[in-house]
Structures are given as structure tokens and as C-alpha cells.
């Protein structure tokens, strides 16, 4: 059967700057926490090892224009153009940015910035991160440097990647400094991580710059054991926590009434100015990206809760492990390409139909060199995984969902936060020793989907 897309269909990558850039003038939270305990890392790689756009943009701008890439993702590391968060903007960095942008334009391929991946200056988690008001308003001074220097070329950009994550692995989980376990503060981290958004849709407004603005977000469609409602109930939780948490205010303009319900219940809620309400309203985006990997399938609990543990979602649902189900061994994540269809149709039931692309889906593998054959990675499974999603997006978009395009997580193997390069997900090799870049299979595959606008697939 052939697949044949929209015109004008978005097919491109995306990466971030501190993953593929290297080294930077001003530290962040992970070369900070790198220096005190590499042994958090895999096989001790830190964020200065990471695949080296900062000396070969141009060469690998070159590669997304053999992979038939319109357009690309990545973002600016606020360390690197305003080295401690709030002072003078690093010129270097201003020429760095520049030549990336006008490249990527010169060849055809439409820029898409994120302004945080991530990748907090040191010198503001110092002054508490996103738990101090004073850094959503030096946020908010560094978007507005980037819409003034680099608007007029960027049309479309990205407040935040996916911010739950930095919620769940800095002040909930332990997988991101500063490895805080405490509800509360991550609540209050969310909070101010949606002001911080807001403010700098707030201010690209107010510039009436020629683009759109959006957000990315990790969607994990929530599935529930079975329709007991208990189960139900545990499932509608999870949705509240991990993804209407920000959908809800990016797109709606306000929080769930349940969720704020929720948490008053539990005297979780962060504290709130009576302006942030109307701050919030104004934070409503033009394109939401949507980066999903895997669904998260829950259950009621089965147990009671310890009262003397700390307060976490967990407290409201277990976690599902579904018979059958098709798995990642490398990665441990589900593969379930119909969860990319639940969420464009439950953004058009639900939310108005909006403007939005997948801005990541991807695949990582470990120890691919075992696939070499004829001095090119044969993988056969990552196009597999890709053409699945690909059909049950197709499926979404002929049944009237507002979906743009698809970015690939990502275009060349890069540095993956704690686990360095321990899956590679691009659709270029990377040889870490020589840095040597060799396209995959599925680089040729991808690039001929994106010239013809359309695969087939039995």
C-alpha cells in the first residue's frame, strides 16, 4: 500500500545543542553534575563529548540535505549565549547560531529553534532553578534576546522540549540533577517552567515577529489495565500528572480542575500569584510539537500506600506491564505505533484540532556495528518502527487530524544524557574515535520517503 502525505509535509530530524554541540563557555547543570559524579554516566561520558556540530555544522548540514531533510529541530543553549544566565550575550555564540541558522536556509531546510532543552545554566540552578520566579524572568530576558537576533530567519519556534522531564528527573525520579525528591518542589518546577513559557510567547507576541511559536511536549498516551474504574480512575490520574500538567495550560490557557483539585487535596499545589492566571491565558501556542516513544499503562494500586514515604504519583496508580505487548529490550520501552494515532485524535476531539507535527519518534539500539554489512549499518528494524508510526499517522491525517509533519529522533548519533552513547538512535553513524559520519539504511530510506512524499509498505 502507498502512503502518500500532505503537501508542504514537514520531514526533517531534530537534536539539541547541548547533545551535539560540545564544550560551551558557560556551565550547566550537566557539566556540573558530570564533574561530581561521572559515574552516573555511561562508561563515564560526559556532555563535552558529544558529536561536534559546534566544528561541523556546516558538513553535517550538508548530510541533512542528502537525507532530503525541509526542515530541522535543535535548540540554542542559553550557557553558551548568556554564559551565566543573565549578563552579557557571548558574541561567539551570536556568530555560532547565525551561521547555523542561515545555512540551514540556505539549503532548503526550515529552522526550528527550542530555546531549553534541558540545559539549565549553572548559574541559575545556583539561585534554585525553576523553583525561583527570579529565573522565569531571566528566561524570559533570553528568549527575548533570541526572537530579537535571530527572528527575522527563524519562523517557527520552541519554548521548551518536553518539560516534564526535567520535573520528573531533577525533583521526582532521580535521573537528572539535582536529584531532589520532593513532590512540592516539583510541582512548583512545573509551575514556573509554564509562567516561564507564557512570558516568552508573551514577548514574541508583543515583537510581532514574522513566525509561530509553540511548545514540544512528551505525550505518553495513558492506557488503563482494563475498564474496572478503578483502573480508569488510576489511568485519567496519570494523564493528569505527565500530560495535561502542560497541555492543558500551552493549549487551553488554564489547568484541570481535577488535577488542581488533586493536589490541594494533598497540599501539593506551588504558590500562585493572582496574575499568574491571566499570564497563563496568554501563554496559548500556535504549533505544538509532540514527541512520542511509548504509552504508559497503569493500573489501580494493589497495595497501600506507605504514609511515611514521600508523596509521588505513584501513590494513585501502579505501573502495567501488558501481555504481549512488543518491546525495545535495549531502551526497556514498549513499541506501540497506534499510541501516535490516540494522540492526534484526542487532540482533535479534545483540544480544538490544533496546529502540531511529531517533533520526535525514534528508536535506539545498542552495539549497532553487530549490523554492518558492506560498511553500512543494515537497520532494517528502526525503518520497520518508522514506517508503523508513519502509517498510523497517515491514518490520523486522512481522518481530519491537524498533523504537519514528522521529525526523527535524531539525524546522527549523539550523546544521550545519562547514558552517553549507549543507544544510538541516528540515521547516521557516528564513529566516536575518528567522527567519521556513515549514513545508515534507514538514512537512505528516510531520505527517499521524504523526496517522493509518500512510502509503500505491504
Known amino acids: 500500500m502507498k502512503y502518500a502525505f500532505p503537501d508542504n509535509f514537514w520531514w526533517g530530524s531534530a537534536s539539541s545543542a547541548l547533545q551535539t554541540e560540545g564544550t560551551r563557555e558557560g556551565e550547566t547543570t550537566w557539566d556540573y553534575w558530570f564533574a561530581r559524579e561521572p559515574n552516573r554516566f555511561h562508561n563515564g561520558v560526559g ?4 558529536s561536534t556540530f559546534y566544528q561541523h555544522w556546516k558538513t553535517d548540514i550538508q548530510l541533512l540535505k542528502q537525507l532530503n531533510h525541509n526542515s530541522f529541530r535543535t535548540s540554542i543553549s542559553w550557557a553558551r549565549l548568556i554564559p551565566d544566565g543573565i549578563g552579557e550575550v557571548n558574541p561567539d555564540a551570536v556568530d555560532f547560531y547565525n551561521q547555523v541558522i542561515d545555512e540551514l536556509n540556505e539549503q532548503g531546510i526550515t529552522p526550528f529553534i527550542t530555546l531549553f532543552h534541558f540545559d539549565m545554566p549553572m548559574a541559575m540552578q545556583e539561585i534554585g532553578g525553576w523553583e525561583n520566579r527570579d529565573v522565569v524572568d531571566a528566561y524570559a530576558r533570553y528568549a527575548q534576546i533570541c526572537f530579537e537576533l535571530f527572528g527575522d530567519r527563524v519562523l517557527h519556534w520552541f519554548t521548551f522540549n518536553e518539560p516534564i522531564v526535567p520535573v520528573e528527573g ?5 535521573f537528572h540533577y539535582p536529584n531532589v525528591v520532593d513532590f512540592r518542589r516539583a510541582a512548583t518546577v512545573a509551575y514556573h517552567t509554564v509562567l516561564a513559557h507564557a512570558k516568552a510567547v508573551q514577548a ?3 515583537g510581532h515577529y514574522a513566525g509561530e511559536i509553540g511548545i514540544v511536549l512528551n505525550l505518553t498516551p495513558s492506557y488503563p ?9 488510576a489511568a485519567h490520574i496519570a494523564d493528569l500528572m505527565f500530560n495535561r500538567s502542560f497541555l492543558d495550560p500551552v493549549l487551553r490557557g488554564e489547568y484541570p480542575a481535577d488535577l488542581v483539585a488533586l493536589l490541594k487535596s494533598y497540599d501539593q499545589l506551588p504558590a500562585c500569584k493572582p496574575e499568574d492566571g491571566f499570564l497563563i491565558a496568554e501563554g496559548k501556542i500556535d504549533l505544538l510539537g509532540i514527541n512520542y516513544y511509548q504509552p504508559r499503562r497503569v493500573k489501580c494500586r494493589d497495595s497501600a500506600v506507605n504514609p511515611q514515604a514521600p508523596f509521588m504519583p505513584e501513590w494513585f496508580f501502579d505501573n502495567y506491564e501488558m501481555p504481549g505487548r512488543k518491546m525495545n529490550p535495549y531502551r526497556g520501552w514498549e513499541i506501540y505505533a497506534p499510541g ?10 479534545h483540544y480544538g484540532n490544533p496546529r502540531c507535527f511529531i517533533s520526535e519518534n525514534g528508536m535506539g539500539v545498542e552495539n549497532e556495528q553487530r549490523f554492518i554489512e558492506n560498511g553500512q549499518i543494515n537497520d532494517q528494524y528502526r525503518i520497520d518502527f518508522i514506517s508503523e508510526h508513519l502509517s498510523w499517522l497517515h491514518k490520523g491525517i486522512s481522518e481530519g487530524c491537524n498533523c504537519l509533519g514528522y521529525h526523527m529522533w535524531t539525524f546522527i548519533d549523539n550523546w544521550s544524557w545519562c547514558n552517553a552513547y549507549k543507544n544510538r538512535y541516528g540515521f547516521i553513524q557516528l564513529d566516536l574515535e575518528t567522527q ?8 537512505e530510506w528516510f531520505a527517499a520517503t521524504a523526496l517522493n512524499n509518500s512510502f509503500d509498505k505491504e
Open 340 to 349: 501516535i494515532y490516540d494522540i492526534l485524535v484526542n487532540l482533535r476531539d
Open 225 to 233: 489495565r482494563s475498564w474496572n474504574p478503578a483502573d480508569v480512575k
Open 170 to 174: 531533577g525533583y521526582l525520579y532521580d
Open 47 to 50: 556532555p563535552q563529548h558529544t
Open 204 to 206: 514574541y507576541r508583543a
Open 436 to 443: 567519521q559520519r556513515t549514513i545508515k539504511k534507514s538514512g
